[in-house]
């Protein structure tokens, strides 16, 4: 997005201290909804085992494959 560095660096010490505060604001929100994404995602992944423990392969197992497939 664009903006004018050299308009923003006219702003008073007031202003720029509310920008800022502002910009981390809007950070931190989009940081929340990230966890509650990645909550949501953990919290079905568990409900999914919980209903079929024997479902999924070990750790083990899984970094066989991906050894076999990738070369990891």
């Known amino acids: 997005m664009p903006y004018n560095k050299e308009e923003l660096l006219k702003l008073s010490v007031e202003e720029k201290l ?3 505060e502002d910009l ?26 919980l209903k079929n423990p024997g479902a999924g392969v070990s750790w083990e197992d899984a970094k066989k494959m991906l050894w076999s497939k990738y070369g990891l």
């Open 18 to 20: 509310q920008l800022i």
């Open 24 to 49: 981390i604001a809007s950070v931190n929100e989009e940081e929340e909804d990230d966890e509650e994404e990645l909550l949501s995602i953990a919290k079905e992944r568990y409900e999914q085992y």
